[in-house]
């Protein structure tokens, strides 16, 4: 009964996202100019903040209350120009306020932060910007408020009282904790997805549907979002319940997945989603793989039930005809007093194996579960191979953004931990250095699990993609890992600074950094590939990535040749945007 009654406010916490590191050196990019369109923020400044290097990192993590509510026309400067087949929308997704007015109290952690979205339309070589908070209940009580106090709940950080930096604890605290995380808590910081990539367009008519888009978050909380006007539809504190579960949904991942079945066409039918989500009932915790029509109807394809606690999962593996699910050794705490006192992440306890399934998609059935000695932490997958043996057999790759300790995720230096973070940057170069690749291969035909790090590549970095990041029917790659990972670091090039911030282009062929863009304090978010549809090369499209541009005070939107990583155009924005977490790009 203690157990089903914490995981009503556990579902608060789970807003997860990043991490990051040192080096290969490669050939340099492209090298742009700052522009010198500067904002003035009037926030105060460590004197580490004020070097000539790397300088401003302390207003990227700060608040941006500030809002664009209708499309604005931006600027795209320096003679660049976004080739033409660049026709659709990016959303990005992060927090955009840490800290109540007076700063009566604060969130610790980048996660937590109330839920903001920055989209950019390109539509012929132009460009069109908003930025917006999403009109949850969550933050709606927090204006309510007058921006006085933050919501009791459980975050990913503890709440911190700004009179003595101490968290806020006590039981009349836990009890609001646990009401609001039952009846009011739906901030979707994390992810943004689209359950109608077959609808293109948004269309109010009565023959067609309407667009939505959906912001998510590690937890069932969901927000539905207008795609055409990027207006708050609605938002939720649960998901319905999948058929075939038998419990309460306590956790689901950020990071769902298309099915990469090869259907001829999906105009009218629409295509599944797959994700992962942790139950809770009368036997237990257990794992559903899950998945999910365009029209919202859930079912839980298969369920293993989780002995030794609850598990963690922030991401999982899909390729077309396997899903592969790694429980790294972390398990949930249930303890109220625990989780307010230290957030739910670094209240995580630790067991001494890491357990992989792997499900059939077709069947449901498990046709591995196996626990290894070997630890493996991670929050991001990055592809799934399904490679043929010589002997016949068929070998499940998952390739991961790995760490070999949990320091990352629950460590006293975790990422963005604000509390430290915004210290300077002293502080800042305490934290982890990122990210590993790291591959895990099941062979069906003996049972046998092997890891293997590529330790070979020393750049650190975190939030990966690829060209076939949320590939679905015939645009899927399965018998194969793609070639190339973009992602971003910090620390870049060998730096010992932290405020060091790179993009990365990976090959994982010969295992090294074949390329990159990096600019002195330019601080970037995760990019997102968009293919040229008539190259005939795996790198032949661009990268869109949202970064900040210190020296200016400024986001601006960058647009780089996925294939040289060198600038095609950066778009002036006019706005300051906080550090980010994920994003889709949604083609017209």
Same mark, same amino acid.
């Given at each position: 009964?203690?157990?089903?009654?914490?995981s009503?406010? /556990?579902?608060?916490?789970?807003?997860?996202g990043?991490?990051?590191?040192t080096?290969?050196?490669?050939?340099? +990019?492209?090298?742009?100019?700052?522009?010198?369109?500067?904002?003035?923020? %009037?926030?105060?400044?460590?004197?580490?903040?004020?070097?000539?290097t790397?300088?401003?990192?302390?207003?990227?993590?700060?608040d941006?209350?500030?809002?664009?509510?209708?499309?604005?026309?931006?600027v795209?400067?320096?003679?660049?120009?976004?080739p033409?087949?660049?026709?659709?929308?990016?959303?990005?997704?992060?927090?955009?306020?840490w800290?109540?007015?007076?700063?009566?109290?604060?969130?610790?952690h980048i996660?937590d932060?109330?839920? *903001?979205?920055?989209?950019?339309?390109?539509? !012929?070589?132009?460009?069109?910007?908003?930025?917006?908070?999403?009109?949850?209940a969550?933050?709606?009580?927090?204006?309510?408020? %007058?921006?006085?106090?933050i919501?009791?709940?459980?975050?990913?950080?503890?709440?911190?009282?700004?009179?003595?930096?101490?968290?806020? &604890?006590?039981?009349?605290?836990?009890?609001?904790? &646990?009401? !609001?995380?039952?009846?009011?808590f739906?901030?979707?910081?994390?992810?943004?997805?689209?359950?109608?990539?077959?609808?293109?367009?948004s269309?109010?008519?009565?023959?067609?549907?309407?667009?939505?888009?959906?912001?998510?978050?590690? +937890?069932?909380?969901?927000?539905t979002?207008?795609?055409n006007?990027?207006?708050?539809?609605?938002?939720?504190?649960?998901?319905?319940l999948?058929?075939?579960?038998?419990?309460?949904?306590?956790?689901?991942?950020?990071?769902p997945?298309?099915?990469q079945?090869?259907? +001829?066409?999906?105009?009218?039918? %629409?295509?599944?989603?797959? !994700?992962?989500a942790?139950?809770?009932?009368l036997q237990?915790?257990?794992?559903?793989?899950?998945?999910?029509?365009?029209?919202?109807?859930?079912?839980?394809?298969a369920?293993?039930?989780?002995?030794?606690?609850i598990?963690?999962?922030?991401?999982?593996?899909?390729?077309?005809?396997?899903?592969?699910?790694?429980?790294?050794?972390?398990?949930?705490?249930?303890?109220?007093?625990?989780?307010?006192?230290?957030?739910?992440l670094?209240?995580?306890?630790?067991?001494?194996?890491?357990?992989?399934?792997?499900?059939?998609?077709?069947?449901?059935?498990?046709?591995?579960?196996?626990?290894?000695?070997e630890?493996?932490?991670?929050?991001?997958?990055?592809s799934q191979?399904?490679?043929?043996?010589?002997?016949?057999?068929?070998?499940?790759?998952?390739?991961?953004?790995?760490?070999?300790?949990?320091d990352?995720i629950?460590g006293?230096?975790q990422?963005?931990?604000?509390?430290q973070?915004?210290? %300077?940057?002293?502080?800042?170069?305490?934290?982890?250095r990122?990210? *590993?690749?790291?591959?895990i !291969?099941?062979?069906?035909?003996?049972?046998?699990v092997?890891?293997?790090?590529?330790?070979?590549?020393?750049?650190?970095?975190?939030?990966?993609?690829?060209?076939?990041?949320? +590939?679905?029917?015939?645009?899927?790659?399965?018998? *194969?890992?793609?070639?190339?990972?973009?992602?971003?670091?910090?620390?870049?090039?060998?730096?010992?600074?932290?405020?060091?911030?790179? /993009?990365? *282009?990976?090959?994982?062929e010969?295992n090294?950094?074949?390329s990159?863009?990096?600019?002195?304090?330019?601080?970037?978010?995760?990019?997102?590939?968009?293919p040229?549809?008539?190259?005939?090369?795996?790198?032949?499209?661009?990268?869109?990535?949202?970064?900040?541009?210190?020296?200016?005070?400024?986001?601006?939107?960058?647009?780089?040749n996925?294939?040289?990583?060198?600038?095609m155009?950066?778009?002036?924005?006019?706005?300051?945007a906080?550090?980010?977490?994920?994003?889709?790009?949604?083609p017209?």
């Amino acid at each position: 009964g203690r157990l089903l009654q914490s995981s009503i406010f /556990l579902a608060a916490s789970c807003n997860v996202g990043t991490a990051f590191t040192t080096p290969q050196q490669s050939r340099r +990019a492209y090298y742009v100019q700052p522009m010198h369109e500067s904002t003035q923020l %009037g926030q105060q400044r460590t004197e580490e903040e004020t070097t000539n290097t790397n300088v401003n990192f302390g207003e990227w993590i700060a608040d941006a209350p500030e809002e664009i509510i209708k499309w604005k026309p931006c600027v795209i400067s320096d003679g660049g120009s976004i080739p033409s087949y660049v026709q659709g929308t990016l959303v990005r997704n992060g927090g955009g306020i840490w800290t109540a007015s007076d700063n009566n109290d604060k969130f610790s952690h980048i996660f937590d932060g109330f839920a *903001k979205i920055h989209s950019y339309r390109i539509h !012929n070589s132009q460009v069109e910007c908003q930025s917006r908070f999403l009109q949850g209940a969550w933050y709606k009580t927090f204006l309510e408020k %007058g921006k006085q106090s933050i919501p009791a709940g459980i975050g990913v950080g503890p709440v911190l009282d700004s009179t003595n930096q101490q968290p806020k &604890l006590g039981m009349v605290r836990t009890i609001q904790a &646990l009401i !609001n995380s039952a009846t009011i808590f739906d901030n979707t910081p994390v992810n943004i997805w689209d359950y109608q990539p077959h609808i293109k367009e948004s269309d109010n008519s009565t023959n067609k549907r309407k667009k939505t888009i959906v912001a998510l978050t590690d +937890a069932p909380p969901r927000t539905t979002i207008d795609f055409n006007t990027m207006d708050t539809i609605s938002s939720s504190t649960i998901n319905p319940l999948a058929s075939g579960a038998k419990g309460y949904e306590l956790t689901v991942t950020a990071h769902p997945m298309y099915s990469q079945a090869k259907m +001829a066409a999906v105009d009218s039918e %629409g295509v599944d989603t797959y !994700n992962v989500a942790v139950e809770l009932g009368l036997q237990g915790p257990s794992v559903n793989l899950v998945r999910e029509t365009s029209e919202g109807k859930r079912s839980v394809v298969a369920s293993v039930p989780s002995t030794d606690g609850i598990p963690y999962a922030h991401s999982f593996g899909l390729s077309a005809n396997f899903a592969m699910i790694v429980l790294q050794p972390l398990r949930l705490d249930p303890s109220p007093d625990r989780m307010l006192e230290l957030g739910f992440l670094r209240a995580m306890t630790h067991v001494d194996q890491t357990r992989i399934v792997l499900v059939e998609l077709a069947s449901g059935n498990v046709v591995l579960d196996k626990c290894i000695d070997e630890k493996v932490y991670f929050y991001h997958s990055i592809s799934q191979a399904e490679i043929i043996e010589e002997d016949g057999g068929v070998t499940v790759s998952l390739r991961l953004c790995a760490y070999k300790t949990p320091d990352q995720i629950t460590g006293e230096h975790q990422f963005m931990r604000l509390e430290q973070a915004k210290k %300077g940057r002293e502080w800042r170069n305490k934290l982890h250095r990122g990210g *590993k690749f790291c591959d895990i !291969n099941c062979n069906l035909l003996d049972q046998s699990v092997e890891v293997d790090w590529k330790d070979e590549i020393e750049q650190g970095y975190e939030l990966p993609v690829t060209r076939y990041s949320r +590939a679905f029917g015939s645009e899927c790659i399965s018998v *194969k890992h793609p070639r190339y990972v973009y992602a971003f670091g910090a620390f870049a090039l060998g730096s010992n600074d932290y405020d060091n911030w790179g /993009l990365f *282009k990976f090959d994982l062929e010969e295992n090294k950094v074949s390329s990159y863009y990096q600019q002195d304090s330019v601080y970037l978010s995760e990019p997102i590939f968009v293919p040229n549809p008539d190259g005939d090369m795996e790198d032949d499209g661009v990268l869109l990535s949202q970064a900040y541009f210190g020296k200016d005070n400024e986001t601006k939107l960058l647009v780089l040749n996925a294939r040289s990583m060198e600038v095609m155009a950066t778009v002036s924005t006019g706005m300051r945007a906080p550090l980010d977490f994920h994003g889709a790009w949604i083609p017209n």
